[in-house]
């Protein structure tokens, strides 16, 4: 059973920054896509980001590109989420989850019903 789990700094100011981690278990297969979903108060899940672990290729939605960055890192099988100059508009549980369904690489979005595993989520605050 792949085991999935949230990590990192949950509030931070306006303006300010933090990273994420997804820590990863029994992903035995290198075609697995992670991706990173968030949800904010009052509003549907919102697919955000992705990485292919065979290829390491990312897919941004057009509304964080510039201000996220994904990443991997093999030895840890942990996948990391950098966000930069954050907003109160930022503030949502964010989740990561598994893929093994996403073919041809990069990923091209991130859909919801594509992504088998998911974390517990992680609640980010951003204060103003």
């Known amino acids: 059973q792949v085991m999935l789990v949230e990590s990192g700094v949950v509030l931070v100011q306006s303006g300010g920054s933090l990273t994420l981690s997804c820590a990863a278990s029994?992903?035995?297969?290198?075609?697995?896509?992670i991706g990173w979903f968030r949800q904010a108060p009052g509003k549907e899940r919102e697919g955000i980001s992705a990485i292919s672990l065979s290829d390491n290729s990312t897919y941004y939605i057009d509304s964080v590109k510039g201000r996220l960055t994904i990443s991997r890192d093999h030895a840890k099988d942990t996948v990391y989420l950098q966000m930069n100059n954050l907003e109160p508009e930022d503030t949502a549980v964010y989740y990561c989850?598994?893929?093994?369904?996403?073919?041809?690489?990069?990923?091209?979005?991130?859909?919801?019903?594509?992504?088998?595993?998911w974390g517990h989520g992680i609640q980010v605050t951003v204060s103003s």
């Open positions: 989850a598994a893929s093994l369904e996403i073919e041809d690489p990069p990923p091209k979005a991130v859909i919801a019903d594509d992504y088998s595993y």
């Open positions: 029994r992903l035995t297969s290198i075609y697995w896509t």
